[in-house]
């Protein structure tokens, strides 16, 4: 096929920053699923490059940070031979690793920007979190707070500036992450504001964010941030969601450029999945991102 795009395929078999574990077995899931195999109808060739599981019996937070650790190098590794990589998650920890990996390669070009969709904001620092789950702190982590085992993967440096990276579709969240990003005024979409204007609006908007002084950007989907109706194989489920096939015909206007560096789907929980209905979407956001109608 003459216009084949080539899609480098990292797992992050890891549920080890979360209450659960089932999300852990989402990449093998997906590596097995036939409906993965719709894409290379698209135009999109799909390699897997690894599936990284956690080695070693540390405790939890070093577990996870040398997890991510090998995640960040093996994303290093794709994008330094400009190829285009999709990593699917585990739990969302994994983002860390993910874009960690990619600033190490790009940071001498320039900034990276990020569109975080989730239900979550995923940005608790230890010192704000109820829980102490990482699987709640990736986010602030990346911007350069919490703690400097996760902050410092591959340099020390924060991997985002605040002014290039959006939230969207957040509906669950505490104060003490919201209060961090409100301090480094970070744009958030709350669903409100998605209901209000529509996704189609709201993504526009967003790229002018992560477009805005940088050399690319990142996408970062996970999976509960669709209403758990259409989205049920997910960890931690929230009501009143995304519509997949909103979020699908939005996604959209980012296919076919050249300023995205990579995406990441995490989250799918293939045990808490009903009728396969989750494990379908995957491929379908994958082609709205990435296959121009």
Known sequence: MANTKKI???GSASGEAAPYSGCADGPEALKQSPYMTSLSQLGLELEWVTILKPEGKSDNKTTVANHCHALALAVAAVVSKDH?????????????????????????????????IDAHMDSHTPETSETGNIHGMPLASLLGHGDPIFTSLLGAAP????????????????????????SLNV???????????????ILQEALGIVNAGTIGYGVTLDMDSIDPREAPGTGVSEPDGLAAKE????????????????????EFDPHRDVDHMTEKLVPQFMAAMLVAK
């Open 84 to 116: 285009f990589f999709t990593v699917f998650g585990g739990d969302h920890s994994c983002a860390m690793g993910t874009w960690s990996g990619v600033q190490s390669i790009t940071r001498e070009k320039g900034d990276i920007g990020l569109i975080w």
């Open 247 to 266: 979020l699908s015909r939005a996604l959209n206007k980012i296919a076919g450029d050249k300023r995205l560096l990579g995406i990441e789907i995490v």
């Open 8 to 10: 480098y395929l990292i």
């Open 187 to 201: 744009r958030i979409y709350y669903m409100e504001e998605v209901k209000r204007r529509g996704l189609d609006d």
């Open 159 to 182: 991997k985002f500036k605040p002014e290039h990276v959006c939230l969207i579709g957040i509906r669950s969240f505490e104060i003490g992450e919201a209060e961090l990003l409100k």
